[in-house]
DNA sequence: TCGATCATGCACCCATCCTGCACCATTCCC
DNA sequence: GGGAATGGTGCAGGATGGGTGCATGATCGA
């Protein structure tokens, strides 16, 4: 209903690059210069300018991006009332995902929705949660599920997207089956202070978290080795080279000789696991349904995991 | 930037026919058909049935126009603030009035503006007051001229619209330049209760406006005669067949034997010019511009009139 | 029953717009 | 400083969307 040639401009805006703009939309590299260059001239305005060998937004093309956002809003909240008013579905729904949260809860959520809901196509994409903003703008996606960051908190305040809190996903420790605390019912980050640890490189989210739960506590952890693939962290835990942060969510697949523990004492670490939804679009009952089934989802694989792994 | 069958429909809830919709947009017939069917379909959804052998909009119809406005009033604002930030315009202006007001303040302003913005091109569409809020919504005008009525008193509750008052118009009396009162300064409803009057047939603006005039100082005239243009009740006054109120705003042309008098006394009538414009566009620079020299030119032909003809 | 009014399907045609390729500018890196 | 990589844009070609004009079917009024 929005020209797409908007889209395209607030896509270029979250990306900085006719390039990448061009892999997010689906378009071709000219298909993406060609409308942006169109856009300026059916408005008479000077939306973008040459800087080295890109673009950047002028003033006026800042001003039209965000001042756009109240309007895309106003249009998704009118598609999702109109689809509810009429009791129709929209023929194609798009779910983004971040790798254990993709696996975990979006596949069963797409399972679900592709037998209660036939005649939508429904369509998954694995993508880290940067990707999936850009995503979302561009519409290619219409639901993304993604760890709430520190960095993230201003998306917030974000006119162009809404979030809901899904679940707390709690951070398990994982220690190899011979571990002198391996026998135990929970155990604290605390007791674990002197034991060599797996995380993933600094910078990353994960690692973020990672440290926030031991300064929580009050105690630096020796970081023996990284990883950045939860198989990868499970695999050297199961080696005996450390111990590791698991989040509940994810799963310890066929691992060996590795054990889950609940954390006990102060600062139980978490993550938070949130839905995003563009601005607006929250009425729609496709996203309701979502929603409703994805909560269900996470509560339950909590409690089972608990009762299955530990 | 709005998708234009979303257009196509919101002026189709106006008129009601796809034929009179085909002549408002300027489409043909079969266009708007296929339009309509087209917007249904990307929307999933049923907006229209057929009723005898038109069409009429279903609920969801109906929603889906009223639910639009603040969406169309929103890209309106953006669209004028962009144009006010990038201190541009744009490239086609659409005017819409009705008779004299047309002819007296569109005209001029349209010169005006050809002066000033010579790269803006300017259109002027004569048209009566239920057609220009038709092609505001078609998006064929961009502001209009008309005169305000008790029948369109609700619409300035209306999304989709926003108005402000040129000016009040006052009504004068008319009379052959031989009458008995032709040589007066001013005169009163009541000096000239027992004289035939020439109004125009009942049921139309003007006529309603001539009886509330009367009502306000309890004179019930004798209409004498009907005449649906000034033109023609001018003739008829300057040929002696009775006496007659015209707004100031019209001019008495070369009419002889024709003398122009204020009213004074109480309830003195007057007819209320305003200019319409779609919601959210009122602060785009042409139409700011617009407005000014709309209410310059108005104020600078009630004074002058006064002195030429009175 | 005849004409007028409406909506719509169909054949045709044109404008829009996208792709793929080539080319130019800039930056990075060796 | 030169070559490669990155980023943007112009152009020819082609598919598709969408508009026109006409014919047709349906309904209403006289």
Redesign the interface.
Same mark, same amino acid.
């Given at each position: !209903?929005?020209?797409s040639r *908007?889209t395209t401009l607030r896509v270029f805006a979250r990306c900085g690059t006719v390039a990448a703009t061009a892999e997010l939309t689906g378009y071709s590299p000219s298909a993406v210069s060609a409308q942006l260059r169109e856009l300026q001239r059916v408005?008479?305005? #000077?939306l973008l300018t040459k800087d080295g060998r890109g673009l950047r937004l002028t003033?006026?093309g800042r001003? *039209?991006v965000t001042?756009?956002d109240? !309007?895309i809003a106003?249009?998704e909240r009118?598609?999702a009332?109109? !689809?509810e008013?009429?009791g #129709? !579905? #929209?023929?194609h729904f798009g779910l983004g995902g971040f790798s254990s949260a993709a696996a975990q809860l979006l596949a069963p959520l797409a399972a679900t929705l592709r037998s209660v809901h036939p005649l939508v196509e429904v369509q998954v994409l694995e993508a880290n949660p940067a990707r999936c903003f850009d995503l979302l703008v561009a519409e290619r996606i219409d639901l993304a599920v993604i760890v709430a960051m520190q960095s993230d908190m201003h998306a917030d305040e974000d006119q162009r997207f809404e979030q809901t809190t899904l679940l707390n996903d709690p951070l398990d420790v994982i220690l190899p089956s011979d571990h002198r605390l391996a026998t135990r019912e929970t155990v604290t980050l605390e007791e674990l202070a002197t034991d060599p640890w797996i995380t993933e490189a600094p910078g990353s989210a994960y690692h973020a978290l990672f440290t926030a739960a031991f300064t929580a506590v009050g105690v630096t952890p020796r970081i023996a080795h990284e990883a950045v693939e939860w198989e990868t962290q499970i695999a050297f835990v199961g080696a005996g080279l450390g111990v590791g942060l698991l989040p509940r969510l994810a799963t310890l697949g066929s691992a060996e000789n590795v054990t889950r523990l609940p954390i006990s004492g102060r600062g139980k670490p978490s993550r938070r696991i949130v839905a995003a939804v563009r601005k607006g679009s929250i009425g729609s009952p496709l996203i309701k349904d979502s929603l409703a089934i994805l909560q269900d989802r996470a509560k339950r694989i909590l409690t089972e995991r608990l009762e299955d792994e530990l």
């Open positions: !209903m929005i020209d *908007l408005l008479g305005l #000077q003033a006026t001003f *039209l001042g756009s109240p !309007m106003e249009w009118l598609r009332a109109a !689809m008013a009429g #129709q !579905m #929209q023929a």
